[in-house]
């Protein structure tokens, strides 16, 4: 960990196409993972990311900033952390932080399964969550035929089982087919 302009305490985080990224300890300590190696003193040089690229880190690290808590207090209780995350509602930006995070989500699935990948592996709840609500919402009342297009999913179904299947519950295979609401 090493410190920089206005006395801001920084931590570097470290791609695994071997980019480096310097960030705020109080963005990144939404992370639980990171937050308990800085605890642990684990962190005090580069911290490794095998499991992140470049790009899905830049857009992590962009949540994280948006929606960093700027409370001192170590002592926070977690419910308190969840219940006011990002701190919006004390510095009034509110419609500011929700038109960033229809901004933030509105990229391609594969895009936003690689943000929720990363959410996982750094322990960071609220993003995980958020994430994983989108790409749901995208999923929606879908029929199987576009699930499985979206998600690269090839049938392996014999027309024999799905016909049963359809025959058994219709509703299964109702729904629109892959519209604009999916990609965006």
Not at 2 to 23: H, I, Y
Not at 48 to 55: E, H, T
Not at 116 to 142: G, P, T, V
Request: charged content about 40%; overall charge negative; hydrophobic content about 35%.
């Amino acid at each position: 960990m090493a410190e920089s302009e206005g006395k801001k305490k920084m931590v570097t985080l470290k791609s695994n196409d071997d980019k480096e990224f310097e960030v705020e300890v109080t963005a990144i300590i939404q992370s639980k993972m990171i937050k308990n190696m800085i605890e642990d003193g684990c962190a005090t040089t580069v911290i490794p990311l095998p499991n992140i690229d470049s790009k899905t880190l830049t857009k992590v690290i962009e949540y994280l900033n948006k929606h960093i808590t700027r409370d001192e207090d170590e002592d926070e209780d977690e419910d308190e952390e969840e219940e006011d995350a990002g701190k919006a509602a004390e510095t009034g930006e509110e419609e500011d932080l929700k038109e960033f995070d229809e901004q933030f989500v509105s990229v391609d699935l594969e895009e936003l399964f690689d943000i929720i990948m990363a959410a996982n592996y750094l322990n960071i709840h609220e993003l995980m969550e958020f994430c994983c609500q989108s790409a749901a919402d995208r999923l929606k009342n879908k029929s199987v035929r576009a699930v499985r297009e979206m998600l690269n999913i090839t049938n392996d179904l014999t027309e024999e089982e799905e016909k049963a299947i359809i025959d058994d519950a219709p509703w299964v295979f109702e729904g629109p087919e892959i519209d604009d609401t999916v990609n965006i």
